[in-house]
């Protein structure tokens, strides 16, 4: 295991979720570490595969105008997966192309057309200069793909046609290799649909409170009028079946929550609200065997159906340091919204759990949803190192990042999530 520098302890999956609800708004965080008190679950199934990626000679695999015809592979029968990506060895390497599936679904037989991985994934990741980051296990990513049950796929990978005629493309990264991912099978809780089983392992899933139960929860005096919206109902990682063995057993914190960057997980949303766990065992498991991440990298996800899910381990009351917003994850947390959403409207359940949970988490720390606040930048390609940005407590990815996430069409629904949190706040 690597050694992480920010405030961590060793505990196990069911002490994570015994942790005190919150600390007064403002206060910081309790990082007392707590001795584990169960065993962990076994492991659930689920496997990754990596498969080395070859050079394409045949003419229909070229790009016009492109020198080199990039790189590939075809493997009409592979073991069944449900997510796939493409990785390459250097974290600091960016791809300069386009990398495109296609895959045979399990149940039919059928191959799909040809679809987009986003390759412009670096801003999805640790902060320089942390741990996590400079670890040497971390590598250069896509976002991952959700395809569903497949049992066959083609992957190319092409750089991009130089804008100047002569001008040789750059070359593609090395190491360059497609991983399918397996996320196993769903738990046995049916959280999605509302069950709030628990077992001697912890909660599948953390009620909802009302608002007086969650300030009495969150140690306001009685009669006190804190800004703080109820929490909401949170499926918790016993819940979606996060395996906690592929984690680092450590927890990073920072010290407050001051903001939190909205994304879009651009997995795609060929997905039903009952695979919702699953795409989150594949993310969680790409995130850390494929792209060397500690743990999964958002705080928290929301499902098209409005359900809300506990990401990043360490206490969701908690300032748990995520790899959501590079340049800006200290302070912060990263909430998903599973799908892609540069061209679909994200679902108004989708859009009402944001403003539930972000008005629940900032309220814990004092946050103004509708106001601005502070940051420092850790370096980005928007913000160099050290320069403070005044940005919106609710933002999107690309307030601090030069990207096109969380989508233009989740953007653009941003304004409506601060109006409807600050109102859960009773502001």
């Not at 009409?76 to 060895?89: A, D, E, I, K, T």
Request: hydrophobic residues 35%; glycine residues 12%.
């Amino acid at each position: 295991m690597r050694a992480f520098l920010a405030s961590a302890i060793g505990v196990t999956c069911a002490s994570a979720l015994v942790l005190p609800l919150a600390a007064p708004a403002g206060a910081a965080p309790d990082t007392t570490a707590r001795p584990a008190t169960a065993s962990e679950p076994a492991d659930p199934p689920g496997s990754t595969r990596s498969l080395a990626l070859t050079p394409l000679t045949a003419p229909s695999s070229r790009s016009a105008g492109a020198a080199d015809p990039g790189q590939g592979l075809s493997r009409p029968r592979v073991q069944p997966f449900s997510l796939v990506g493409v990785v390459w060895n250097d974290v600091n390497t960016e791809l300069h192309g386009t990398a495109q599936v296609r895959t045979r679904a399990t149940a039919t037989g059928r191959w799909s057309g040809w679809q987009d991985l986003e390759t412009h994934n670096a801003e999805h990741s640790a902060d320089a200069g942390t741990a996590e980051r400079d670890s040497g296990a971390a590598r250069g990513s896509t976002a991952p793909l959700w395809t569903g049950a497949s049992d066959g796929v083609e992957v190319r990978v092409v750089p991009e046609t130089p804008a100047t005629r002569g001008t040789s493309p750059l070359p593609l990264p090395a190491g360059l290799r497609l991983e399918l991912v397996d996320p196993g099978a769903a738990p046995e809780q049916n959280t999605a649909a509302g069950a709030d089983r628990t077992t001697a392992l912890g909660a599948a899933a953390l009620p909802a409170l009302s608002r007086t139960a969650t300030q009495a929860a969150a140690g306001f005096a009685p009669g006190a009028k804190p800004y703080i919206g109820p929490r909401p109902r949170i499926i918790t990682r016993k819940g979606w079946g996060a395996d906690e063995k592929l984690r680092e057993k450590s927890f990073a914190y920072t010290k407050s929550v001051k903001a939190a960057f909205i994304h879009h997980s651009a997995t795609g949303n060929n997905y039903t609200c009952s695979q919702a766990p699953s795409v989150l065992r594949g993310i969680y498991r790409y995130h850390v065997k494929s792209s060397g991440w500690r743990d999964i990298g958002y705080n928290f996800a929301v499902d098209k159906c409005g359900n809300i899910y506990e990401g990043r381990a360490g206490g969701v009351t908690k300032a748990v340091m995520g790899a959501h917003t590079l340049g800006f994850n200290t302070n912060t947390m990263g909430i998903a919204v599973l799908g892609t959403f540069t061209k679909s409207n994200p679902p108004a359940a989708a859009v009402t759990a944001v403003e539930k949970l972000t008005a629940w988490k900032l309220g814990l720390f004092g946050g103004n949803p509708k106001g601005k606040v502070t940051l420092v930048s850790a370096g980005s390609n928007k913000y160099k190192k050290g320069r403070k940005v005044k940005l919106n407590v609710i933002s999107g990815h690309r307030d601090g990042f030069a990207t096109e996430c969380p989508g233009a069409r989740l953007y653009k629904k941003l304004g409506t999530a601060r109006t409807g949190s600050a109102r859960l706040q009773g502001r």
